[in-house]
Structure formats: structure tokens, C-alpha cells
């Protein structure tokens, strides 16, 4: 083991900021791009339900 | 397949979009005959030329020029074939005659003047010959785009709407010049709202798209 | 196919020639954007003869770009290019001959302002000479690749804007070895590596882009 | 299972479907296993002290926004050649990751660059070259968006992609000419510290998480453009009234 204590593993040995400042935008890019793809991988299926039953409802209206 | 069908057209599909416009489509016309294309608005007709000529690429089926897909003879198929859209190709920078020349060029064609006078002034277009297109009317700009249909002398004529912004001269003249054209064994595609009086020509009739004409209850 | 060839230069040519003011835009837009870099970084010669070859490098890509836009859309809009790709000669020339008459009309004028702004940023008559040989091997380029862009962004809203951003990265090594050539006389290191690689270059767009660009004309016209 | 089974969109999405948990489950057992080798057991280095942990992420999300790209570029091509929709779907799949890598490896790089050269920023030809990779996919991006036609924004978009990468080499040798001849940004990234084996385990460890991260996300894209492209037929329309 590298680290003696926790302080010791956050302060990376002084470039904590630079580490961690990585790390951090990586994950949360990484979030990001999870919430934004959940959040429209739902709405796709959504708005094509809402498509669909508005075809049903047009095609069902003119026959 | 019969000899003098010359376009024959097999099992074309067309989407738009995501909207399929027609499928399992199939005809062909031959030497001397006219296909006038029909249906209302938004059913396909324009999106049909611009699969005949090759401009578009259908979804399913096949086009053949002279038996062959159009893709495999397209040098053969754009020089026996010429399309006039709702633009008109025509510069507005430059006079009408300039436009022929340039026309004829852009054809890989050599350019006779005294037949491109000829034509601009059997078209009613004497007056303006040395005008820049911009001071012409609509209806003087769609003849000096008919004037370049005439100067190719193709096989086969690709027509969107030709009749558009013409007045009732310039109808009965475009008429005079189609039968003109399938009389000496050439070959067209139309689409149009107006009426056409093509006595003597025969013609089939296309309908696009599924719903029937007149749409308007 | 030679024949061809002529008639859309000649065609283009005819209509650049009615139409004077766009053309004149373009050249002024040049001349502006290298003026303004001495009112911003200070009159101080020397770095004036450093930044120079970059300057008008830089402003001479985007004089280029400002006119690319319009190389297919004009002739989009009244139809005629639709003519042009349904005639029976190949598409690959066409585009070729629109890029050359592009170059024609925008890239050589570039070339005859060229040395009276570098003059202004204090080059050397050797320094101008290697900007003017750069210039000459460079602005094909950029007509050739803005081809490319012109097609792909044909009728789109804001197709300029999209033009720029899809182009301006492809044009990073003629900038390089262009200015560079430059810099190279400046620097007193040589500019003929320069120039074969910009050279090169050149030979690499024609036989590319022209065919990336016919293909990318059909795709847009579909 | 043959070659079709993946160009037609129903077999693909269901495939996919059942292939996604594992490849996001083997992204998140590979990533924890790549960090607790890089911050537990990679030994710290002698000359860059703490600070060359970042490799860990620096160097996989360099090759991943590399990667990508050229497999959009194969899938581009293939699509044009062959008129094959899943491929030009694959393709767009691919872009949004590609661009985060590329941006990732970038301000990754930035923050390695501060402690290690003193430089957030230098032109040299990697860098520079990455972040003309980053132009390219957001240009590639931004011309899908602004085409409404699904087939021509395919298309454009796969000819922008080919060009793109013929284009990149030649900017990554001609900048590194440009930086030989300009004594001034002499600084050399080219040089790579000797590296410990557990150094490099964890950080190849690390590119198959991202590598496994980034099917799992294209396949849950690629799973959204299907649908969308694919809602007129029956199979779609079942599968948006079963759940």
C-alpha cells in the first residue's frame, strides 16, 4: 500500500488538484453522458408511442 | 419485354423521410409514347422524375434505360435524356442566347447559334434576345428553359409541371412541340394540373401515391 | 471532356465577371482582416515581419472560405446545377472545374494583393516573393477542399457557418507549410522543404478532393 | 449467427439488448479493478511523483477518441459502399463518445502537462492533432444536426468522416515538422517515462473499461436511432405496446 493515511492519498503527494481535478471531469463526463443517453433513450420511446397512437387514432378516424 | 420499351422502371419503391410515397411500382414506356404522371400534392410525382432521372436513389426496385440499370449506362442515359424541373436553370445574369451556349456546353455539346436563335423566337422570345434573364417575366424564363429542352434534342423528356407560369399560347405551343417530339420517336414524362390536348398521341396514365384523384370532396 | 471542362470555367467566369460586387467583397474582406492585426498587437516592425506570413496566411483561408459557401448554392437556387450533374460528363469534373474557376476568381486576386500587405508587415522582397509562391501552390488548395464543404453543406440553414467549422480543420497543413515557407525566409532556415510538402499536398487534394466532393454534391441533390 | 444477424436492425436490437449489462457490467469491474491497480498497487514514480496517475485516464481516453474515430470511419465507408443502414446508424452511435474521450484525453492532458512541463498547452503534434480530432467530431455532429434527411445527413456525414481521416495523419506529421523547425516549443512529449509493469497493466486495464464503456453506450444509441428509424415497421410497433 502507497498511502499512509487518507489526507496523505487525497493530497497526492501535492498534486492532488491536478489528479483529482482529472479524475473528477472524467466522472463526470462520463455521468453526464449516462443521465443525457437514460433520459432520451425514455423520451425516444415516448415520443414514438405518442406517434403511434396518433396514428391509430387518424387511421381509425377515416376508415 | 417489348422491343421499343425503351425506360422501364421494376418494383421501384420511394420513401421521403421516413413516409414510404409508393411501392411495388412498375411501367415502361417506349418509342413515341407519353407518360403523363398524376396525384395530388405530396404524393410523390416530382420525387418520381427525380428517380427516373437518376438524381435520387430509389429505395427499392430498379430503373433500366435500353435494358440496362441506369446506374451501370448513366453517360448513355444523361445524354439521351433531358430533365426540366420547377427551377428553370436559367442565369438571370445572363441573356438567353448565353444561356443556350452555356447550356449546350455544360452537355459536353457544341453550340449552334442559328438554331438556338431559331428556337428562342419560335418560343416568342425575339424581343428579349439580348436581355439578361432577371428583366424577363416568369412565364419568358420558363420558355427560354423550354428553348434548352429543345436545343438537346434528347431521346427521352423528364417534365415537372412544364405548363407552369405559361400563358394560353405558350400551352398550346408546348402541346404543338410534345406531339412534335413523340411524332419523331421520342419519348416523354409528365407531370401536370393542367389539362393537355394531345390528340394523336398515345399516352398512359400514372397514378402516384393512394389517394384518389380529386382529392377535395 | 476538355471541352467540358472549358464550359464551366468559361460559364463561371462570365458570371463572376456580372457579378463584380461579390468578387470585390472578398478581396476587401482580405485586405480588412490583415490590416486590422497591426492596430491589435502594435506597429513594432520586427514582430510585424514575425506574425506576417501567419496574418496573411490566416486571412487569406478565410477570404477563401467567405466565398465558398456560394460555389454550388447559387447555381442550387435556379436549378442549373441539377443540369450540370445530369449531364453526361462526369461529376468528378465538374466539381473540378468549379474549384478552378473558384481559384481563378478569388485565389489570384489574393495573389496580386499579396505583396502590398506584405509590405505593410515589413517582409523582406524575398520573404513576399516566398509568400507569393506559397500562395500560388496554397490557394488551389483551398478552393479544392472548400469544395468538399460547399457540397456537403449545400442548401442547409446556416450552411456557411457550417462551412467554417467542417473545413477550417482540413485546411490546418496548408496553413502550416504556407506560412511556414514564409516564416522559414524569416527566419533564414529556408523555405524549399516547405514548399515540397505544400506542394505535395496539393497533388494529395486534386486527386481526392474533387471525387469526395462529387460524391458529396449527389448525396445533397438527392 | 452470421453476418446478417448484425446488419438487420430487428436481430441487432435484440441482440444488443441482451449484450449491453454485460459490457456495462465489464466496464464497471474493469474501471474498479484499473483504479484500485492505479491508485493501490502502481508504485509512485520516482521523477513525476503522484502526478502520472492521470495516465490511467489520460492515455485510454486518447486511444479510445483515436479508436473511435477510425471505426466511424470504417462503418462510414462501409455504408456508402454498400448501402448498409446499420452501419451509418453505428456510426452516429459512436461520435457523442468519440468526442467525450477526445475532450477527456485533452483536459486530462492539460492538467498532466501543468505539473509535469509547466504548461497546460503545447503545440505539439498530438496535442494539437487531438484537438483537431475534437473540430472533427463536433463538425461531423453538428452536420448531422443541422440535416433533417435521415439518409443524406448519413452520407454527408460518412464523406466528412473519410475525409477527416485522411486528413488527421497529415496534420499530425506536418505539425511535427512545424515543431522541429520552431526551437521555441522544443519541449518533447514523446519522450514516455520508463514505466513500472503494474503501471502498464493498470492503465491497459483501464482502456478495456473504456472500451467496454463505450460499445455499451453505442449500443444503447444505436438501440434509440433504430427504433426511431425503424418505427413504421411491426416489430417496432410491438415492442412500444409490450412495455
Known sequence: ?63 | MPDDALLSVHDLACARGERLLFKDMNFTVGAGELLLVQGGNGQGKTSLLRLLTGLARPEAGEIRWRGEPIGKCRDLFHAEMIYLGHANGVKDDLDPIENLRFAEGLQGRAFERERAIDLLQRLGLSRCLDLPCRVLSFGQRRRVALSALLLADAKLWILDEPLTGLDVHAVALMEGLIRDHLAAGGMAVATTHQALNLEGVKVQRLLVGNVAIPEMA | MGRFLLAVLRRDLTLAARRRGDWLIAQFFFVMVASLFPLGVGPEPNMLARIGPGVLWVAATLASLLSLSRLFSDDHHDGSLEHMVLSPEPTVLLVLGKSLAHWLIYGIPLLLIAPVLGIQFNLSWEAIFILEISLLLGTPILSLLGGVGAALTLGLRGGGVLLTLLILPLYIPALIFGAGAVDGVVAGTGAQAHLSLLGAFLVLSLMIAPWIAAAALRVSLE | MNLYTFSSPVNFYQLSGKLIPWFMGGAVVLGLLGLYIGFFVAPTDFQQSEAYRIIFIHVPAAWMGMFIYLVMAFWGAIGLAFNTRMSFMMARALAPTGALFTFVALWTGALWGKPMWGAWWVWDARLTSTLILLFLYIGIMALWSSIDDVKRGDRAGALLTLIGAINVPIIYFSVQWWNTLHQGASISLTKAPSMAATMLVGMLVMAFAAWFYSIAVAFIRVRGIILERERQTEWVKTILEND
Do not use: H, K, N, P
Open chain 1, 1 to 63: 500500500m502507497e498511502w499512509a493515511s487518507w489526507s496523505d492519498f487525497w493530497s497526492m503527494g501535492g498534486y492532488g488538484a491536478y489528479v483529482w481535478g482529472s479524475y473528477g471531469v472524467t466522472a463526470l463526463c462520463i455521468l453526464i453522458e449516462v443521465v443525457l443517453l437514460r433520459r432520451s433513450a425514455g423520451e425516444t420511446r415516448r415520443r414514438l408511442r405518442r406517434m403511434r397512437q396518433w396514428d391509430l387514432s387518424t387511421s381509425g378516424e377515416s376508415q
